[in-house]
Nanobody, 118 residues
């Protein structure tokens, strides 16, 4: 399974960015795709996720109302980030998570840098 991310960059506080992630090589029909982020010296944390049916979403409290996860195909997800703050600065990783009866799978993208600074 490969996850390819795009869309990071440098933006001023209050600005917007849109991250995209395309998964290939996965044959799983039930999974969760989402975004995590890791700032320097901090643990990786969940930002937002969406189940494979596209119905259920989950957001970190710190981004609710500002970030929106969406998809335009079963294996492509986007993260629209509005009202960005300096504390949103981090490397953002796309994740595909699968839980079966016998095993848990976690696949990660290479990460894309998001920097919020004036």
């Amino acid at each position: 399974v490969q996850l390819v991310e795009s869309g990071g960059g440098l933006v001023q506080p209050g600005g917007s960015l849109r991250l995209s992630c395309a998964a290939s090589g996965s044959t799983f029909s039930i999974y969760t795709m989402g975004w995590y982020r890791q700032a320097p010296g901090k643990q990786r944390e969940l930002v937002a996720s969406m189940t494979s049916g596209g119905i259920s979403t989950n957001y970190a409290d710190s981004v609710k109302g500002r970030f929106t996860i969406s998809r335009d195909s079963p294996k492509t997800v986007h993260l629209q980030m509005n009202g960005l703050k300096p504390e949103d600065t981090a490397v953002y990783f796309c994740n595909l998570h699968v839980t079966t009866t016998s095993r848990i799978y976690d696949y990660w993208g290479q990460g894309t840098q998001v920097t919020v600074s004036s």
